[in-house]
């Protein structure tokens, strides 16, 4: 069983910059993936970025360059640096957690974040 809760999120301008936190708690095995998803009001959930418990990372083609994802394996926590935020960045962010050992998802309840001038 493993708990995750997100933090981090709030209100902030375009351009701006947000850092989101995600920490997980319960049995965490060692070979894991964790990832941050959005979903924006009326559309689906999308990956945003993902990093394995080595510190492998991906990323979506429309924050590339600006988000950054990283961890603390020691803390189980994750982390996402939004900057040069832009409107279409508003959405719920949402913390997943994969067990490769487990072959299962593991969700948070998710952080709104809301770009805007």
């Known amino acids: 069983q493993v708990q995750l809760v997100e933090s981090g999120g709030g209100l902030v301008q375009p351009g701006g910059s947000l850092r989101l936190s995600c920490a997980a708690s319960?049995?965490?095995?060692?070979?894991?993936?964790m990832g941050w998803y959005r979903q924006a009001p009326g559309k689906g959930r999308e990956l945003v970025a993902r990093i394995t418990s080595a510190g492998s990372t991906n990323y979506a083609d429309s924050v590339k360059g600006r988000f950054t994802i990283s961890r603390d394996n020691a803390k189980n926590t994750m982390y996402l640096q939004m900057n040069s935020l832009k409107a279409e960045d508003t959405a719920v962010y949402y913390c997943k957690y994969y067990s490769f050992s487990q072959d299962r998802d593991y969700w948070g309840q998710g952080t709104q974040v809301t770009v805007s001038s």
């Open positions: 319960g049995t965490i095995y060692s070979i894991n993936r």
